[in-house]
């Protein structure tokens, strides 16, 4: 069964933030076609549906290397207060935010990229379905 994470941007704008970080997301050769816009019902009164995160489908080939590079490289060109926090499917949560990764060094910046990846990995004996 295909897995999915779901990506949140909290601060900033974040509807446009969302949208921002699927472009960069979806400019990935390995998560092009696995980045989808989740939209919540519009609160009474409103009109039109509200983008609050992103899905993106897990699978084996590198693909959590990819999402954690383009997640901490888009979140340290952020202005401002910004964090990504990312959702398994088993509810594990890793949070993200631009006053964590900005100022890092290029060997912290591996290690927590490693980081991120490995805690997204897809599951060791897991087939991919779609």
Do not use: C, N
Request: proline share 6%; aromatic share 2%.
């Amino acid at each position: 069964m295909e897995q999915r994470i779901l990506v949140q941007v909290e601060g900033g704008g974040s509807a446009d933030d969302v949208r921002s970080l699927r472009q960069w997301l979806v400019a990935e050769d390995e998560l092009r076609g696995r980045v989808v816009l989740a939209e919540t019902p519009p609160p009474p009164g409103a009109l039109g549906a509200v983008v609050d995160a992103l899905t993106v489908a897990l699978g084996p080939g590198g693909v959590a290397t990819a999402i954690a590079s383009v997640l901490i490289s888009w979140i340290r060109r952020q202005r401002g207060s910004v964090s990504v926090k990312v959702t398994r499917p088993d509810g594990t949560v890793t949070e993200l935010s631009a006053t964590h990764v900005s100022g890092l060094e290029p060997a912290r910046l591996r290690e927590l990229t490693a980081e991120l990846s490995g805690s997204l990995e897809w599951p060791d004996g897991e087939q991919e379905t779609r």
